[in-house]
Structures are given as structure tokens and as C-alpha cells.
């Protein structure tokens, strides 16, 4: 079997997806998926389930947000390593101008 680079996986996987929900509705077919990651979020919060239903759904979803933000965090600091290492100079903030200038 020919080996693809990652590139032709990526665009070939594109492909089918947008395939997939020409055909069908998108919200109906991840459904199952986007249910079974908010109730992550549910177990987390409310293993027991003793809070009502609506405070333990405002905790999965602030528990989502969380999580979604921590990815944030994580990434925006992998691109600034990398950007850094890319580009040592890029480490040091540039001087103030106006401290070293001579006024008179």
C-alpha cells in the first residue's frame, strides 16, 4: 500500500467529512460523541448525582469551558516555546526607547 503524506491523510479525511454531512445532518450524526463528552463533564462535577439537573449542567458546562481554556493555555505557550526557540532573539522584549535616550 502507497504510504500518504500527512498532508493527502488530512485533505483525504476533509473530504469524507464534508462528504458525510452533504448527506447528512451533522448535529443528528456527532450527537452521540457531543453527549458522551458533556457527560464526562457531568461525572466530574456530580458523580453522584445529587445537585438538580440544572446546576449540574451550568457545572459541566463551566467544567467544558475550564477545560477548553486550559488547551488554550497550553497551546499558547507550546507556540511561544517554539516561536522562541525559532528565533532566540525573540526572547528579550525590546528596550524602551525613551529610557535610554538622551533627553535634554
Known amino acids: 500500500m502507497k504510504q500518504t503524506s500527512p498532508t493527502e491523510r488530512s485533505l483525504r479525511s476533509r473530504i469524507a467529512a464534508h462528504s458525510r454531512w452533504a448527506r447528512e445532518d451533522p448535529v443528528q450524526g456527532t450527537f452521540a460523541a457531543r453527549s458522551k463528552f458533556l457527560n464526562n463533564f457531568i461525572d466530574k462535577v456530580d458523580p453522584e448525582r445529587k445537585l438538580a439537573e440544572p446546576e ?46 538622551d533627553v535634554q
Do not use: W
Open 56 to 101: 449540574r449542567l451550568r457545572r459541566a458546562e463551566s467544567a467544558r469551558r475550564a477545560h477548553f481554556l486550559e488547551l488554550a493555555l497550553r497551546s499558547a505557550q507550546v507556540r511561544r516555546t517554539r516561536k522562541s526557540q525559532a528565533n532566540p532573539s525573540s526572547v528579550h522584549p525590546k528596550s524602551d526607547s525613551r529610557a535610554t535616550s
